[in-house]
């Protein structure tokens, strides 16, 4: 993690591009007379006055539940999955065919689907969340488990190992590289979902708040919206590879020195 | 080799393995590869036998077929005189593959305490320390494997395998992929654990000078598919070192008496089997064998 020279000059080239675009952005807005292209200072004010506080807790709040629920779900049933897939051969025949089926469903046909099903409310919203990632979560497992080099499985069948201590010790920690790979792929679609949801069968939440600004004619409300969508899905992103961080750091170690 | 013998119901007294008539064929779906003909040793408690023979003879098939790896596809392993069937906990194993069989996400501590089982915290931590005192390792107990050398990461498996307090070691190419110096201390390092903690020796290898300086016998295998061809005991005195041992006139003419019939098995399967000419599944992979034979 030494700052090298290439190092400082990537942070400054990627600074000063956002400047830049933001720069243009402000400049082509500045006298703008469209009522659907506000200028820059009128958004961020509209979102100031949207976002802090008024709307925090009764959007913010349940659009961050929805996101982190459903995709807790597709985590906590995923990885299993996937696993379950990896190691047993009847397992792989029985699942294969409805897993490409399932996998090849265009994400936004599941949240009709889940209104039919639960009917409009927090369980539709999570799982059409849940649904959708589940996917990348379990295959990337799999083919991670697939991968594996024979000898760590057979170190821990020579030593012993019982299933507990072989699955947490060993194989959770070999795949868990793979395991991110999934994450990092389903949190966009988590947030894809999430809008979705909200804005077919919601009467809050960020995704709502979007188009019922857009057809009640505020376009600034709109705007804000946008930004606030686009931080959550940042902030989502930054946890993870936060965590990823912090889990992998053997593996991050190991590339740093194999490279 | 094996047509008059009877099963044996219990385990010779003093002998802590006995192969008897082994063998292993890969079912294939086109065709089927035979790895290993027929193999038959024992090795007597506290003995330190080397199974040597060219590269991809068969040598690591046979040892996951002893450890329980591999289920044999004839005869039987019996250990302290029971039936091998899967891993026996009084044997261990060290990998060729350290970089593997060593879990990088874990500490050296860690590592050497997973497989421990049973007693009181303080003891398995205990054990760990003893283990890597061993092998001189005690200082990077808090290390990952990544921030250590090959021979160091060697060395940290060795000391699993000692942790388990095995009755019998065993040791798959364990020096294969270390540089010459590295080696050598690797060598000395396992005759001391294997004077010092009195556990049986099987190591196999396919570098004639190691399997002449650190054993009581060799047993050299043909080539592909593998049969016993012939057991040599090796009367060196012990304790053995590097400059005086290998500097003897005796270890100069076992070493050769070994290297021809190494050779000698080469030019004589080359010739009947290449019609089958089937590759061995295992050890392809393998590269840096061939330098010591060839």
């Known amino acids: 993690m030494a700052r090298s020279p290439g190092r400082l000059l990537g942070l400054s080239v990627e600074v000063g591009t956002t400047a830049a675009v933001i720069g243009i952005i402000w400049l082509l807005t500045a006298d703008s007379h469209s009522p659907f292209i506000p200028s820059l200072p009128t958004i961020l004010s509209t979102f100031r006055s949207v976002w802090l506080f008024q709307r925090f807790t009764s959007d913010v709040i349940p659009s961050v539940e ?28 029985l699942t294969r065919p409805v ?47 697939a991968g594996l080099n024979p000898t760590i499985l057979e170190t821990a069948h020579a030593y012993g190992l019982g299933f507990w201590k072989r699955l947490f010790k060993v194989i959770l920690p070999a795949v868990s590289p793979r395991i991110f790979t999934g994450l990092r792929i389903s949190v966009a679609f988590a947030v894809l979902l999430l809008v979705l949801a909200e804005q077919l069968g919601s009467s809050n939440g960020i995704g709502w708040f979007v188009l019922y600004s857009q057809q009640g004619y505020d376009v600034p409300g709109m705007w804000a919206g946008i930004l606030m969508l686009a931080l959550l899905g940042i902030g989502a992103n930054a946890i993870l590879s936060l965590a990823e961080r912090r889990v992998l750091r053997w593996h991050f170690n190991l590339r740093g020195l194999d490279v | 080799m094996n047509d008059d013998a009877t099963p044996v119901a219990a385990g010779k007294p003093g002998m802590a393995l006995e192969v008897h008539a082994l063998g292993k064929t890969f079912v294939g779906r086109e065709r089927s590869s035979v790895a290993i003909g027929e193999v038959g040793f024992e090795v007597a408690d506290r003995e330190f036998v080397t199974v040597v023979g060219p590269s991809g003879c068969g040598k690591t098939t046979l040892l996951k077929c002893i450890a329980g790896l591999m289920a044999p596809s004839a005869g039987e392993t019996r250990f302290g005189g029971a039936r091998v069937s899967g891993p026996v906990s009084d044997m261990a194993l060290v990998f060729q593959d350290y970089s593997r069989s060593l879990f990088p996400w874990l500490t050296v501590r860690k590592n050497v305490l997973l497989p421990l089982r049973g007693g ?21 107990i808090d290390h990952y494997p990544s921030q250590l050398s090959g021979g160091m990461q060697q060395r940290v498996a060795i000391a699993r395998a000692l942790a388990v307090r ?14 010459a110096q590295t080696r050598a201390d690797l060598e000395d390092l396992v005759l ?23 054993s009581d016998r060799v047993i050299i295998l043909t080539t592909s598919p593998a049969y016993v ?39 004589d399967t080359r010739r009947s089997t290449t019609a089958a000419a089937a590759p061995n599944p295992v050890e392809l992979s393998t590269k840096q064998n061939s330098a010591f034979l060839v």
Request: glycine fraction near 4%; include cysteine.
């Open chain 2, 166 to 179: 095995p009755r019998m070691l065993l040791m798959d190419e364990p020096f294969a992929s270390v540089d």
């Open chain 2, 229 to 267: 061809q012939e057991v040599l005991p090796i009367e060196l005195p012990r304790p053995r070192a590097q400059d005086v041992t290998k500097a003897a006139p005796q270890f100069a003419s076992l070493r050769t008496h070994v290297y021809r019939a190494i050779t000698q098995a080469h030019g």
């Open chain 1, 66 to 93: 929805r996101l982190a629920l459903g995709f807790f779900a597709a985590v906590v049933v995923g990885v299993p999955l996937g696993l379950m897939i990896g190691m047993s051969k009847w397992m792989r025949m």
């Open chain 2, 120 to 140: 009181a915290r303080s003891d398995r931590e205990q054990t760990v320390l003893e283990s890597l005192e061993a092998v001189g390792l005690t200082r990077f």
């Open chain 1, 99 to 145: 897993a490409t089926f399932m996998r090849s469903l265009p994400p936004p046909l599941m949240v009709p689907v889940a209104i039919s099903l639960f009917q409009i409310g927090l369980v539709m919203k999570v799982f059409s969340i849940a649904f959708v990632c589940i996917w990348p979560i379990a295959l990337n497992t799999e083919d991670g488990y």
């Open chain 2, 192 to 214: 001391r654990i294997h004077a010092e903690f009195e556990v049986t020796m099987l190591l196999v290898t396919h570098d004639i000078d190691e399997s002449v300086y650190m």
